[in-house]
């Protein structure tokens, strides 16, 4: 406890042991030990009695002195290194050289503990003896811990590591969350609120100023993202930057090239939609990215695939098509919908361009003006099959809102044109435009649209319509449309038509089968939750997840079944029976 106390020249508890076993007199040895070991202030000896007649240990009133000076140490040491004295960095190594020999001592410890975390550059030597004791490294403020990280990679990792697991399992937490609504869902929290969460709050304090400490944490997130293609990963390295943004940490934004660009995204998703004056920032952030700087784009790519941005972008695009149906407008005729393309292009690529490291954007429009073939059939096929499928809902609408005596004939088409089809399975940004434009539709309530086009999306690119994002949001959006459950037609386009033909083989689908089906099950067709309920029953290979989900969907379907009333139990009409005599004119039996 009282070890390094002798290096300093300070007798401790072996000294005065040793004393008492070699002196004749032990009563004066311990008055001649206290003398010498004890506060070296002249006046207290003589008004060290009035605190014995008041039956205060002297062992309590050294404490209490001890403390005392202790936490004006401390105060003093923070001041010397607020301070501008050119020496004060000189005064504080003076002071750690001192005092280090009793960082074990845990009442010291808080004092040498305070001189680490105001040295801008720590001793190596000490360094290391801090990171070689694990007490001593859990105790040091992360001042401190920053120095050891920065040279040590693998043990930064490990401080790092759980904290990347905690946000994603956070992450996937929110996609199967049982609320089930269009105005809580995945994407409702604002920028600002996303960076309170504790593990982005956590993440920015070890890294401070440090810069490469940020790019550890960069390189690491990057390493994972291609591991596990987890696009969390990518609204982790937004988030962060933008993190520091908030803090004003001009040390690390001024270094990363993708500062200003996530800067100005992050407004766009703040407000949901990309206008033209920050579109134009943006086209002038991806036109400025120069030769020799080609690495940006990995990163860009990186911010442009995290979902919250993906999220704004195809919102903005759906949109932007909406006006150009407005205005008879053609898609390849609009500078901003070719931009918002451009940044879908990019996200959607980002795990090709870090794994192949090429980094060549994938250009809709090169330098002559001339489209890549495969982008060319986007614009040029795609978007008018999808605008005429969009004139169909629009054409539909109104028809049903004029008078009876105009109305005509027409019937909702039941097929999708041929292209949009083929691209909702060949290319991913159609496919993406594709699912959004399904909530789109489920977002107006158009029924027929739906049935129209759940059907497509069982086959699309890289079973993108079976991700977690997709179905969190489509089983919300399906809430606004509860009231159609109670038709077999509808119930058998959502489920046999789309839902449950991945079930089986994805167990992420089966799971949000049972999220919506523990939402409405009061409004879907009773005949079909019967079936649905034998369709929906999990194996003994299912997770702890969907057994879970299941027993909740049973227990309240059993509870629905107890507060209905039963066929034989038929309300009295306080009448008692009578009975009638028989007679030969009266047969008892037909």
């Known amino acids: 406890m009282f070890a390094g106390l002798p290096e300093l020249g300070i007798s401790n508890g072996e000294d005065l042991k040793e004393t008492l076993t070699n002196c004749t007199e032990p009563l004066k040895a311990i008055d001649q030990f206290q003398t010498e070991n004890g506060i070296l202030l002249p006046t207290l000896q003589s008004a060290l009695p009035f605190l014995d007649l008041h039956g205060t240990p002297r062992l309590e009133f050294h404490q209490s002195v001890f403390d005392e000076l202790r936490d004006k140490l401390m105060e003093r040491v923070a001041t010397i290194a607020e301070g501008k004295d050119e020496d004060r960095y000189g005064k504080l190594k003076e002071l750690l050289e001192k005092s ?293 809902d629009y054409t539909f609408t109104v028809e049903q809102k004029l008078p009876s005596e105009e109305k005509t004939s027409l019937s909702y088409p039941t097929a999708l044109p041929d292209n949009f089809n083929k691209y909702l399975h060949e290319n991913r940004v159609a496919c993406e435009m594709g699912l959004y434009y399904a909530l789109h539709i489920a977002k107006q309530r158009n029924k027929n649209a739906l049935q129209r086009l759940l059907p497509a999306l069982v086959e699309t690119y890289n079973d993108m319509a079976f991700g977690d994002i997709f179905l969190h949001l489509l089983t919300a959006h399906l809430t606004l449309l509860s009231d159609e459950f109670g038709t077999e037609e509808f119930c058998s386009a959502v489920f046999d038509g789309f839902l449950l033909t991945a079930f089986s083989s994805k167990e992420n689908v089966h799971r949000h089968n049972l999220r919506l089906l523990l939402h409405l099950h009061q409004k879907v067709l009773p005949s079909c939750v019967e079936t649905l309920v034998k369709t929906l029953e999990p194996s003994k290979q299912s997770s702890d997840q969907v057994k879970e989900l299941f027993t909740k969907l049973t227990e309240k379907l059993e509870a629905l079944k107890k507060s209905l009333p039963q066929p034989d139990e038929a309300p009295s009409l306080g009448l008692h029976p009578v009975k009638v005599p028989t007679t030969a004119s009266t047969p008892t039996s037909l």
């Open 100 to 392: 280090f020999p009793l960082v074990k001592m845990p009442s010291i410890q808080p004092v040498v503990m305070q001189v680490l975390k105001h040295l801008p550059k720590v001793p190596e030597k000490k360094l290391k003896l801090v990171m070689a004791d694990k007490e001593l490294y859990k105790v040091c403020a992360v001042e401190v811990k920053r120095q050891i990280w920065q040279e040590n990679q693998a043990l930064f990792g490990d401080e790092v590591s759980p904290l990347l697991k905690q946000y994603i399992v956070a992450k996937e937490a929110a996609l199967f969350s049982s609320d089930l609504s269009i105005l809580h869902n995945f994407f409702s929290p604002s920028p600002k609120a996303r960076r309170q969460g504790e593990v982005v709050l956590k993440l920015t304090q070890m890294i401070g100023k440090n810069v490469k400490l940020y790019d550890m944490v960069l390189q690491f997130l990057r390493t994972l993202f291609l591991r596990t293609r987890n696009v969390h990963y990518c609204t982790l390295r937004a988030e962060l930057l933008m993190s520091l943004h908030d803090l004003d940490i001009s040390e690390i934004c001024s270094v990363d090239s993708c500062h200003k660009f996530t800067w100005c995204l992050d407004a766009c998703i703040r407000e949901k939609f990309v206008d033209a004056k920050r579109a134009r920032e943006l086209q002038g952030f991806l036109d400025g990215v120069k030769k020799g700087q080609d690495e940006v784009l990995g990163d860009l790519s990186m911010i442009l695939c995290d979902p919250f941005a993906s999220n704004t972008l195809v919102l903005s695009t759906v949109r932007n098509l909406q006006e150009l149906l407005s205005q008879d407008a053609l898609p390849r005729d609009s500078p901003d919908l070719m931009l918002l393309l451009r940044m879908l292009s990019l996200g959607q690529g980002a795990w090709d361009m870090i794994d192949s490291q090429v980094f060549k954007e994938p250009r809709l429009l090169h330098s002559n003006n001339s489209l890549m073939r495969r982008e060319l059939d986007v614009v040029t096929r795609f978007l008018p099959a999808m605008l005429s499928v969009l004139v169909d």
